[in-house]
Every structure is written in C-alpha cells, then in structure tokens.
C-alpha cells in the first residue's frame, strides 16, 4: 500500500488540510440535488463551481479564513475524465495540476484515477490511510461513497487507528453511524457550489 502510494505521490508536498474525495461520487450526488431541486424551485440550476465547493468543504472542516495550504485529492475510476455536473469539468488539464487562490488560502488539486491491479474502493482506503500517516497532514476532509456499506466499514477501522492529533471530518448525505470523526452533511457544500439558496426552499413551501 505505502510503496504504491509514494509512487503516486512522489513529490507531494503535503499540506496541513486534505481534502480527499471519490470524484464520481460527487458528481452524482450534484446530478441527484440538481434534478430534484430544478424540479422543486422551477428554475435551471447550472453545474457546481468546484472552486467554492472545495472552500465549502473546508470550512464545514473547520478551517479559518487565512494564508492557509490545501490540497484537494480526487480519486476517480480510470474511465472517468470529467465530471458532468461541475466547472470546471475535466479532470485533465482543467483540475489537476491547478490552483487557486481564496480567503481560506491556497488550495491545489490532484486527480488521480484507481489503477487496474487495485479496485477504486481498495484505491479509496489506501489512499486516507496513507495520507493520515503523513506527520505534516493536521485536517483532513473526507468524502467517500457514504452508501457503499462495506467500504464505510472499512473506512471506520482505518480512521479508529489515525492519532487524535489529526482532525478528520467525513461528509455524507445521511448521518453514518459510529466512528471516531466529525461528521458534516456533503449537501449542504453541495448546494451552495450549485446556487441553490436556502429562501429558495423555503419560499418553496
């Protein structure tokens, strides 16, 4: 695991805040609020900006505005090159590799898509366990495939093992049962990068 893992990331430089997300699960999940909520306010939601997703997620992770480094991990199936329902879309060139610059800092993004010798759910959990071993990693963010049981299981044994000094926050649509983590809803940062007001909603009932 670790040797596949520094061979991924041989020049990493690790930043204090991780994000790491599965790639195709956000995209569906941006798809699923963007049907029912163009069909509850009536009006055409354009794709997620991925930029204020990303600024989102961190701050549900308790990051504060400041010169702050982040690096946002997109792990994806190896046929996936886009995301459809974000802009930027393309994995390559348009996310990995770049960066930009916000209030909460600095934030760069790899993509990285699941080798043939190692299943994407496998791919997932090594990369959080080698990630959470980084001595330089203090906050990480997690968003896995919260619907995936047996993956969430094996998550929650890796994360009961990571020191208490990291402060690792995953984000799903429901609440997940168990665990030695902070939890966040994911459609919260989800809806706010598509637009989606909240006195939409409530103007709606």
């Not at 041989?10 to 029912?36: M, R």
């Not at 509850?40 to 991925?50: G, L, Q, T, V, Y």
Request: a negative charge; charged letters at 25%; hydrophobic letters at 45%.
């Amino acid at each position: 695991i670790c040797n596949m893992n520094e061979q991924m990331y041989p020049d990493t430089h690790w930043s204090e805040n991780i994000i790491i997300a599965d790639a195709d699960y956000i995209d569906k999940v941006a798809f699923d609020l963007t049907v029912n909520f163009e069909r509850m306010i009536n009006r055409h939601i354009p794709p997620a900006d991925f930029a204020h997703w990303a600024e989102c997620v961190v701050l549900d992770g308790g990051l504060k505005p400041g010169s702050n480094e982040t690096t946002v991990v997109l792990l994806h199936r190896k046929e996936t090159t886009a995301l459809q329902n974000f802009l930027p879309a393309r994995l390559r060139p348009d996310l990995h590799g770049q960066a930009f610059q916000g209030p909460l800092g600095e934030f760069t993004i790899q993509a990285h898509p699941a080798e043939d010798l190692v299943g994407h759910d496998d791919f997932f959990l090594d990369t959080v366990q080698f990630v959470c071993a980084q001595k330089a990693v203090k906050r990480i963010m997690i968003v896995p495939e919260a619907d995936n049981m047996a993956l969430m299981a094996q998550l929650r044994n890796i994360l009961a093992r990571v020191d208490e000094d990291k402060r690792i926050t995953v984000f799903s649509m429901e609440p997940i049962p168990g665990g030695n983590f902070r939890q966040e809803l994911l459609g919260y940062s989800l809806m706010s990068a598509l637009g989606i007001k909240a006195d939409e909603i409530k103007a709606d009932y």
